[in-house]
């Protein structure tokens, strides 16, 4: 069992910053993957940017410049640094964590971007 405890959402007016955490516990070993999602109303949840326990990276192409997905392995936790921040970014924000059949997720938390 994998608990993901989500941080860092919030109002930020367009163009602005904000940085999203996620702190893991309970199995927290051999390979694995974390990683940002995000689900607007009426759409579907879809990747934002995921990183191996090795350091891999990969991002949606919405987000290539302006989001940066990293993780403390000592700490278990992963981040993401968001910035330039659009209207259309606004969504909530679910951290997932896959290690080979097994996914976890965590509560999700709002980012709300102004215009």
């Known amino acids: 069992q994998v608990n993901l405890v989500e941080s860092g959402g919030g109002l930020v007016q367009a163009g602005g910053s904000l940085r999203l955490s996620c702190a893991a516990s309970?199995?927290?070993?051999?390979?694995?993957?974390m990683g940002w999602y995000r689900q607007a109303p009426g759409k579907q949840r879809e990747l934002v940017a995921d990183?191996?326990?090795?350091?891999?990276?990969n991002y949606a192409d919405s987000v290539k410049g302006r989001f940066t997905i990293s993780r403390d392995n000592a700490e278990n936790t992963v981040y993401l640094q968001m910035n330039s921040l659009k209207p259309e970014d606004t969504a909530v924000y679910y951290c997932r964590f896959q290690r080979s059949i097994y996914n976890y997720w965590g509560q999700g938390t709002q980012v709300t971007v102004s215009s």
């Open positions: 309970g199995s927290i070993f051999g390979i694995n993957t």
């Open positions: 990183i191996t326990s090795g350091g891999n990276t």
